[in-house]
């Protein structure tokens, strides 16, 4: 995974040196990205990270779009500075001059999202129920209290558990 990874960003940096006619620093590359993100640039760093998870999921249309598309935030900055937008025309100008790639902003992989745990509070309103997260609940179970913004009684947790 990584190997094929490495040789796209190489091969992207490559180009942008044909194209404009010089050298650019090559960045730090990690595989520790998890959740939504497919790729992240951290521009005053020069380091990409990537979803591994993701481009297990869908390795061509990764290597090609989601590659290119980071790297591009990277030269973008190294040609242009901070001062230009994350998906502004200079990187545009990249993503379609250099790559010949559509310049989309967001990926389109089906992300499964993780299953999570919801606390169930109730107060005395009708449709009074809470769903609280479990950070939440361990402040309640710490001493910190919550309160219906309509009838103004303390929330009580009902000791049903729910997975989302």
């Not at 973008?76 to 230009?84: E, K, M, N, P, R």
């Not at 913004?149 to 947790?157: N, P, S």
Request: with cysteine; hydrophobic share 35%; net charge positive.
């Amino acid at each position: 995974m990584s190997d094929q990874i490495h040789a796209r960003v190489e091969a992207c940096y490559q180009q942008a040196e044909i194209f404009f006619k010089r050298p650019f620093t090559r960045p730090q590359v990690s595989f520790k990205l998890r959740g939504q993100k497919a790729g992240v640039a951290h521009l005053t760093e020069n380091k990409l990270r990537f979803n591994p998870q993701l481009y297990r999921e869908n390795q061509e249309d990764f290597l090609r779009q989601t590659v290119a598309h980071e790297v591009a935030h990277l030269i973008a900055h190294q040609l242009f500075g901070l001062s230009i937008q994350p998906h502004g025309e200079e990187w545009q100008l990249i993503m379609r001059g250099v790559y010949e790639l559509p310049p989309h902003r967001c990926h389109s992989y089906d992300v499964k999202r993780r299953q999570v745990s919801r606390f169930i509070y109730r107060c005395q309103c009708p449709q009074g129920e809470f769903p609280f997260s479990a950070q939440r609940h361990a402040l309640v179970a710490k001493g910190r209290r919550y309160f219906c913004r309509r009838c103004k009684i303390t929330l009580q947790f009902t000791g049903e558990q729910r997975i989302e």
